[in-house]
C-alpha cells in the first residue's frame, strides 16, 4: 500500500503561483511512479502531470504546458505541483496519484490516491 497526502492548496489570484505537495509513505519512493490529476465541480476527473521514478520523464497535460511543473524529491518521498500563471479554469481540487508499474495519463490506472487538496483561482 502507498499513502499519499496532499498539501499546499488555496486560493489565489489569477496569474498567482501554487506549489502542492505530495508526501508519500508505504513504499520505496523511487519505485513509483508519480501524478497528478485535478477534478473541477461538474466534470469528470482530468490528467494534469506526471513523473517517472527517476524524475527523468515528465508528461504534461496540454492546457498546463509552460505554466505547471512537476519534480520529484526521493529522497523525502515527495512529488511538487508547481503552478504558475493560474488562470480560473485551472480551480478545481487536485488529486496525487501513484503507482508502481504504470506511468499515463489515464486515472483508472493508479492504484493509490491521495484525499484532494483545493485549489480556487479567482478572475
Known amino acids: 500500500q502507498v499513502q499519499l497526502v496532499e498539501s499546499g492548496g488555496g486560493w489565489v489570484q489569477a496569474g498567482g503561483s501554487l506549489r502542492l505537495s505530495c508526501a508519500a509513505s508505504?513504499?520505496?519512493?523511487?519505485?513509483?511512479?508519480m501524478a497528478w490529476f485535478r477534478q473541477a465541480p461538474g466534470k469528470e476527473r482530468e490528467f494534469v502531470i506526471a513523473?517517472?521514478?527517476?524524475?527523468?520523464?515528465?508528461y504534461y497535460a496540454n492546457s498546463v504546458k509552460g505554466r505547471f511543473a512537476i519534480s520529484r524529491d526521493n529522497a523525502k518521498n515527495t512529488v511538487y505541483l508547481q503552478m504558475n500563471s493560474l488562470k480560473p479554469e485551472d480551480t478545481a481540487v487536485y488529486y496525487c496519484?501513484?503507482?508502481?508499474?504504470?506511468?499515463?495519463?489515464?486515472?483508472?490506472?493508479?492504484?493509490?490516491w491521495g484525499q484532494g487538496t483545493q485549489v480556487t483561482v479567482s478572475s
Open positions: 496519484a501513484a503507482d508502481e508499474v504504470v506511468l499515463t495519463t489515464i486515472a483508472e490506472r493508479y492504484d493509490y
Open positions: 513523473i517517472s521514478k527517476s524524475g527523468d520523464s515528465t
Open positions: 508505504g513504499r520505496t519512493f523511487s519505485g513509483i511512479n
